[in-house]
């Protein structure tokens, strides 16, 4: 769990003046220990990113610290798009859950109802409900193979070859009794949704979500991010020499790791869930209700407690990363007070929800 942000001295040099001059987005006034805590943090951290601060629909603060491509020196804005990580399986569980909320889909039906071709014995077991909250007991067979062949990455497959390669092992447990971080889940759920809507998923997420909230910077993408037009690029390290890092990601794994997005955009998008633009309010109790209560996962994302202010509030909440990316979103499902954190330099997971913590601290002073 994220812990309390501490100022930390000494540790780091300060960075080099340009850091301060990268700081591309504007600076709002509602919060006002907002920019000194992200200042802070970005001088003695060397952290590349945006963060941004709001309560419900208001943006209260929102900058942005250093590069999106080192080479033409240019910079990060909260426009900037950013590779999402896992946060792409909360979005594609708000897709699918649409898909529920019009009747076209069952969370709890069978898969072998939309998948008949697919192996009877697992088939007859497995739910889209076991499926999005990994507890489906799918042994996890695609990172085993980007593991022996990283080239697997690369690979273009329709979703029935996708599934056999890769999805269709024996099941290591009961579903609905352990729980097993798999993106194998995922292949299985965009095979479903493709099949029972008759659309890419790219045109779901572009009409269910994009176009709804006039998402400017957000959509789905496979193989190389850098084709995003204004993409932060991704670094293992940028000093004292840029390190690139890119990992592709293959297009039936786009529900798992492709969706994209900017600062103010995963803002809006949260706003627009919770404030029912996306779904109904039984609908999105669903999506967060906690299906595997040890890993606080729901559908796609996650709900916890945790503390600001001397108050335990329920947060909707989940972190992605791929190669160099670090995305992490917050949004208190009692009073609507949201952060965003973004990074395209591979940077300390913890040290995030350090500064992800302080930043909401500080939004309630």
Not at 43 to 60: A, C, K, Y
Not at 179 to 194: G, Q, T
Request: glycine share 8%.
């Amino acid at each position: 769990m994220p812990h309390p942000w501490k100022h930390r001295s000494g540790r780091w040099r300060p960075v080099l003046a340009i850091l301060a001059a990268l700081a591309a987005s504007p600076v709002m006034a509602a919060c006002g220990d907002c920019a000194a805590i992200a200042h802070r943090f970005a001088t003695e951290q060397r952290f590349n990113g945006v963060v941004l601060v709001g309560r419900g629909s208001q943006v209260d603060y929102v900058e942005s610290f250093g590069t999106a491509d080192a080479s033409t020196q240019r910079v990060l804005t909260a426009d900037t798009p950013f590779e999402a990580g896992s946060i792409s399986k909360w979005i594609a569980a708000m897709v699918v859950m649409r898909l529920v909320q019009q009747g076209e889909l069952s969370l709890d039906e069978p898969i072998a109802t939309y998948l008949p071709e697919y192996r009877r014995d697992n088939g007859s077991r497995l739910t889209l409900r076991t499926l999005m909250s990994h507890g489906s007991g799918v042994p996890n067979d695609i990172d085993a193979a980007i593991k022996r062949d990283p080239s697997t990455r690369t690979l273009s497959l329709d979703n029935t070859e996708a599934v056999r390669r890769f999805a269709s092992g024996d099941l290591r447990f009961a579903p609905g009794t352990d729980w097993d971080y798999s993106h194998s889940n995922w292949l299985l759920v965009k095979a479903i949704v493709e099949k029972i809507s008759g659309q890419s998923y790219t045109t779901l997420v572009q009409g269910y979500l994009v176009q709804p909230l006039a998402l400017r910077h957000s959509g789905v993408y496979s193989g190389s991010s850098a084709a995003v037009p204004g993409m932060a690029l991704g670094y293992k390290q940028l000093m004292p020499q840029p390190e690139p890092l890119d990992k592709p990601i293959s297009n039936f794994m786009t529900l798992a790791g492709g969706f994209y997005t900017s600062a103010n955009d995963l803002f809006a998008l949260m706003d627009g869930l919770f404030a029912g633009k996306l779904l109904s309010p039984e609908t999105t109790r669903t999506l967060m209700t906690v299906e595997r209560p040890a890993q606080n996962y729901a559908l796609g994302g996650r709900t916890k407690t945790l503390p600001f202010a001397g108050k335990n509030h329920p947060v909707a909440w989940e972190y992605g990363s791929n190669g160099a990316y670090r995305v992490l979103v917050w949004r208190t499902l009692d009073d609507a007070h949201s952060v965003v954190v973004m990074n395209n330099t591979s940077f300390d997971h913890m040290k995030i929800g350090d500064l992800a913590t302080a930043l909401m601290e500080a939004s309630y002073r």
